[in-house]
């Protein structure tokens, strides 16, 4: 279990700018509820992302995500996390609630 505290990004300017143009590294997780693609543009570091449903089942998990990238719309995604690069233990169909959260 990972001691990091999660940001829920639910406004549009939040969601929109992510950490876009942020230098600092990613030291806690962002929660993007409602959300089934992201980009990485303007973003300066890696990332974890992690997908899952409204249960919290982990879907999609792409480690190391370069910036500059762009995640299509995933089929039963409602959540999508950005996790510090490198920190992502998790596999297909865990809880990330279970997991993560508690």
Not at 9 to 21: D, E, P, V, W
């Amino acid at each position: 279990m990972m001691n990091l505290e999660i940001k829920t990004f639910n406004t549009f300017f939040k969601r929109l700018t992510g950490i876009m143009f942020k230098h600092k590294k990613l030291d806690f997780i962002i929660c993007f509820p409602k959300c089934n693609s992201i980009h990485t543009f303007f973003c300066f570091q890696n990332l974890d992302i992690v997908m899952t449903d409204k249960s919290y089942k982990v879907l999609y998990i792409y480690k190391n995500f370069k910036p500059w990238r762009i995640i299509w719309p995933k089929k039963g995604v409602y959540y999508t996390f950005e996790l510090p690069n490198n920190t992502c233990k998790l596999q297909i169909n865990d809880n990330f609630k279970n997991k993560i959260l508690n």
